[in-house]
């Protein structure tokens, strides 16, 4: 079983408001993340949590804010965001992040739309 | 800079042919490489991975890698409509830097029937 599920599928917000995503996995992989894509643009990494701790922020504005409640969850809480930030919003996970053999399996994504 | 260079196509074969999509990277310490999947609208779906040289074959899929030549190649036989979609090449990990992933712009297929 390689799921990664994601809510909401949807989300239009206005540019004052508050909301989160949130990504859940449970093949017990100790790694997760967080992408942008834009349309036919690559996924662009955003964070990774390794072990639930904070590994890497490709310096991404304070807007986002990632959390990882427990191995199995994570959640990108978003605020003031601007209309450029418009894009799908990707999770992934994989087994770990510290062997050189690792494969990072996507959630089906959140579309969002900043108004 | 490391950078993975893809053709961004559209790459187009008629039904039952080989497609066959190239990916080459910059970073020769490199040691994971994917191929990734993405229908239209869609979230890319791992297809393939390969680390070390030479082939590895899955059902239809081959995936080819040459790291003296820091290449690595995706064919795809008897090609269906279905396998119409966006490939994308993703190369990692790199020292220090976890599961950092680089992707390459993506190659679009499309198989005509």
């Known amino acids: 079983d390689t799921e990664v599920t994601q809510t909401p599928k949807h989300l239009v917000m206005g540019m004052t408001n508050k909301k989160s995503l949130k990504c859940e996995q449970h093949m017990g992989h100790r790694a997760m993340y967080w992408y942008k894509q834009k349309a036919k643009k690559p996924p662009e990494l955003m964070f990774v949590?390794?072990?639930?701790?904070?590994?890497i922020n490709e310096s991404v504005p304070s807007r986002f804010s990632p959390e990882c409640p427990n191995s199995s969850l994570l959640n990108l809480h978003l605020h003031a965001l601007q209309p450029e930030d418009s894009a799908l919003y990707l999770c992934a996970s994989s087994q770990d992040d510290r062997t050189s053999s690792y494969e990072q399996y996507f959630g089906p994504g959140t579309r969002l739309t900043v108004t | 800079q490391k950078e993975v260079e893809q053709n961004s196509g559209p790459l187009s074969v008629p039904e039952g042919a080989i497609a066959s999509l190239n990916c080459t990277y910059s970073d020769r310490v490199s040691q994971s490489f994917f191929w990734y999947r993405q229908y239209s609208g869609k979230s890319p779906e791992l297809i393939m991975s390969?680390?070390?040289?030479g082939d590895k074959e899955d059902g239809r899929f081959t995936a080819q890698l040459n790291k003296a030549s820091q290449y690595v190649s995706l064919l795809i036989r008897d090609s269906q409509p279905s396998d119409s979609a966006t490939y994308l090449c993703?190369?990692?990990?790199?020292?220090?830097?976890?599961?950092?992933?680089?992707f390459g712009q993506g190659t679009e297929l499309s198989v005509k029937p």
């Open positions: 390969i680390y070390s040289n």
């Open positions: 993703a190369v990692g990990p790199f020292y220090n830097q976890g599961g950092k992933l680089i």
């Open positions: 949590y390794s072990y639930e701790k904070l590994s």
